[in-house]
């Protein structure tokens, strides 16, 4: 079992920057890609950005170049740095666990375990 909680959501300017973070429980974080997934109000969730167990990264034609992610195996831990953010941007961010898929988007690999989401807003 992997639990996921998320961190550092809030309230920004348009052009801010915000830094989530995603702290997992148990000895087998490393062993897992992990991704950033996220939900506006009445649409789907939709994936953010993906980093796999070699850190190879994928993101989302929207976010590239403004979102950056990042894990710490010795910390437990996996960081979504946002920029530039833009009012499109405001939504419930979900951090996920996945045994990744070579060769696949990572939208399609099988994630075994979700956090609980953290609100990001950012406001014009």
């Known amino acids: 079992q992997v639990q996921l909680v998320e961190s550092g959501g809030g309230l920004v300017q348009v052009g801010g920057s915000l830094r989530l973070s995603c702290a997992a429980s148990?000895?087998?974080?490393?062993?897992?890609?992990m991704a950033w997934f996220r939900q506006a109000p009445g649409r789907e969730r939709e994936f953010v950005i993906a980093?796999?167990?070699?850190?190879?990264?994928y993101s989302a034609d929207s976010v590239t170049g403004r979102f950056v992610i990042s894990r710490d195996n010795a910390k437990n831990t996996m960081y979504l740095q946002m920029n530039s953010l833009k009012p499109e941007d405001t939504a419930v961010y979900y951090c996920?666990?996945?045994?990744?898929?070579?060769?696949?988007?990572?939208?399609?690999?099988?994630?075994?375990?979700w956090g609980q989401g953290t609100q990001v807003t950012v406001s014009s």
């Open positions: 996920a666990a996945a045994q990744e898929t070579r060769g696949t988007w990572p939208s399609t690999w099988p994630y075994d375990y």
């Open positions: 148990g000895r087998t974080f490393s062993s897992y890609a």
């Open positions: 980093i796999t167990r070699s850190t190879h990264t």
